[in-house]
């Protein structure tokens, strides 16, 4: 499991209210990533970071914003959840492997937005 | 606008029957190529990767890969499928700095026993 956690594993929670996602990490690995999971879609990047207080915007990053005070804790808030978050949430760190990156992914979680 | 593109959404077999997953990408010049698998409420799990070299790759569970540049394509190939290979299969290409990745759609595979 590359050592990737990610609470709440499920949640639910009501249009409107903030949100805080956590993924964490046990292998101090520089590159850490969120993603939402939706049918039809597949995965699609939300935000990633590139090192302490560095992170930069995926293709879907409208509406979360996200933090990292620390090398093995990202972290990814709605400030104000809407129906279409809805989804599965996962966190993936990537690792040097060989010659090149590869990503490993947490557990997810499951939001449901009423 | 560049994608990843995975052929079947679904796709129903029977055991021992063979499997070919078709995967193709928009992105020009070097990419790393990858295929995951997420079986039923389970995390995405890495199959195989194409980084350089030999351009079939072989992964876990008796999967391959065959990277054809020419048709920016990446299939994903097993002989003999079995019941436990049912899952959803998704093909990735790693681009650009901070080794991101895009994520075609997704096929559903259902073996049947």
């Not at chain 2, 980084?51 to 391959?64: A, N, Q, R, T, Y």
Request: aromatic share 14%.
């Amino acid at each position: 499991d590359a050592g990737i956690t990610q609470s709440p594993r499920h949640k639910v929670t009501e249009t409107g209210t903030p949100v805080t996602l956590r993924c964490h990490q046990t292998e101090n690995h520089r590159y850490m990533y969120w993603y939402r999971q939706d049918p039809g879609h597949g995965l699609r990047l939300i935000h990633y970071s590139y090192g302490v207080k560095d992170t930069d915007k995926g293709e879907v990053s409208d509406g979360y914003s996200v933090s990292r005070s620390k090398t093995e804790d990202f972290l990814l808030t709605l400030e104000s959840a809407t129906s279409s978050q809805t989804s599965v949430y996962f966190c993936a760190i990537s690792v040097l492997a060989g010659e090149s990156y590869e990503q490993y992914f947490g557990p997810g979680t499951r939001l449901t937005v009423t | 606008a560049q994608s990843v593109s995975q052929h079947n959404h679904h796709v129903i077999l029977s055991e021992a029957a063979s499997l070919e997953l078709g995967c193709n990408y928009s992105y020009g010049g070097t990419v790393n190529l990858f295929w995951y698998v997420q079986y039923p409420g389970q995390h995405l799990q890495l199959l195989l990767k194409y980084f350089s070299g030999d351009p079939l790759v072989k992964g876990i569970k008796g999967f391959e890969a065959e990277f054809i540049k020419s048709k920016f394509s990446f299939n994903l190939r097993k002989p003999s499928v079995q019941w436990s290979d049912t899952a959803e299969y998704f093909c990735a290409v790693n681009r650009g700095y901070g080794n991101k990745l895009v994520f075609g759609a997704g096929t559903i595979l259902r073996v049947k026993s």
